[in-house]
C-alpha cells in the first residue's frame, strides 16, 4: 500500500543518511520529492536518481538550512516545480563532537543555526504555504532521543534536539486550526555518517551495540516507515507527538 500518492514531500538535509531514505522511502509511497542539500552534488543527483527510478518526480535544491533565505527559496522551488507542499521533512542536522569547558563558540553557534535556527525557519515557510493552499499538511521533524538524554561531547547538540521536539509542540498548537500536524521522530543511534569518526572506535561501537535490547545499531532505513507514517493520514489524528524509534535503547537501565 502506498501511503503518500499524489503528495508532493521536502526534505532537508536529504542528500545523505536518514534524509536520504526518506526522500527515497517517500516516493516509493508515491510522492513527488523535493530535497534540499548542503555540499555535494554528487550525492544529491544520486538521490534524484534514486527517487526518480520509482517512477515519481524528483528535485534538488542547494542551500545552506542555517540562512532563514534557504527555506523560502526551498519551498518556493518545490512550488514551482511540483504546484504544491504536502509533507515538510526537516532533517537537516551537524554534530560536531566536543567536549563542554572548551567548547568553540563558533561550533557552539553553528550547531544551534543548522539543527534549530534551521528547523525553525524551514518549518515556518513549509507552513505559511501550507495556510495559503487550504488543505492542511504534515510536518515531521527529525529530532533525537538525545531531545531526553545527554551526551558528554554533545552539550551544544542536544538542547537543539530538545528544541526541535519543542518546536513540533508548539507549532501543533499554532497550526492545528490549519489542519496541520506537527510531530517529531526520535531515532536512537543510527549509524550514518554524523557518527561515523565517534564510531569507528571499536569499544564505543560496541558498547553502543550492547544498550540496544534488539542487539544492532539503527540504519537510516529503519526510519522510513516511521517517517512515512507520520507524514500519512494514517496518522490523521497524530499531532504534537514524539515517536522514539530506538530500537529500545531509552529504556535499557539495567
Ligand atoms: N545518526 C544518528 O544516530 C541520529 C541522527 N539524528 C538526526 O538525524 C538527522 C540526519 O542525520 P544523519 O542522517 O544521521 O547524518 P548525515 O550526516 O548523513 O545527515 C545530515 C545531513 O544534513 C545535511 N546538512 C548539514 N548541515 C546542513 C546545512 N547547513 N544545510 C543543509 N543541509 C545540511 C548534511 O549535508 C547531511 O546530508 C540530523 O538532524 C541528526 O541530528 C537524530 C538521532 C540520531
Ligand atoms: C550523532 C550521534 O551519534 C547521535 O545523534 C543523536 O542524536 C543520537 O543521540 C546519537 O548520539
Redesign the pocket.
Known sequence: MKLLEGKTVLV??????????AAIGAAQHGADVVI?????DE?AEACIAAIEATGQRGLAVK?????PE?AKAFVAKAVEAFGKVDVMV??????PFHAFLDMPVETFERTM???LH?AYFMVQAAANQMVAQGHGGAIVA?????ALVGGEYQTH?TP??AG?HSLMQSTAIALGKYKIRCNS???????????KDDLADDAKRTYMESRVPLGR??A?ED?VGPIVFLASDMAAYVTGAALLVDGGMFVNLQ
Open positions: 532537508t538535509g536529504a542528500s545523505t543518511g536518514i534524509g536520504r531514505a534540499n542539500y548542503h555540499a555535494r550525492d542551500g545552506d538550512v542555517a540562512e534557504t526537516n532533517n537537516a542536522g551537524i554534530c543555526r543548522v539543527n534551521g527529525v529530532s533525537s532521543i538525545s547538540y537543539t534536539k526541535v521522530l526520535l531515532p536512537g543511534t543510527i549509524l550514518t555518517e554524523i557518527n545499531l539503527g537510516p526510519m
